[in-house]
């Protein structure tokens, strides 16, 4: 089954979040209702972003995407499809963009994003279609995507540590 709540209780919470990614949802634009717990609006909107999370997350968002499409689920097809539904996506089109987007890296990590985003729909589509060794094929594709989204987050976050130590 998709899905996109948690189990309701903070105990379940606390639980559900450290074993799922879809912790949060973006209203709209505005950062203002982003509804998350305290801990998670702080490290989205917090001066010091934790870029460290935002690798983690999207390395558990990796590891899901393999369950979902496998059919176990673990993420909702917004997550798997939409490059705004995802931890990242939430981040980059909540603030992300509008603080960093004068650096290349992250103008590139917004189309890389994007691009890995269109590939799992075009994943899921074969896959539906029943086309699953060219899903696989398309799978393959995935990795290096994520692999240089990964080393985007660890270069931007380098030249943020840089800025306020000049």
Known sequence: MLTGKGPEGPAENKKYSDNHIDIFSIKSDDTSSIDVPNRERRELIMEDVNFQHFRIK????KTKLRSFLEGKGGLTVEQATSYKDCTLGKWMYSGGLNRFGSFVEMQKLEKVHIQLHETVKRIITLKTGGNADDAEKEYANISPMSDEIVEL?????KKVKAQKTA
């Open 58 to 61: 999207h390395r558990a968002w």
């Open 153 to 157: 987050l660890t270069v931007i976050e």
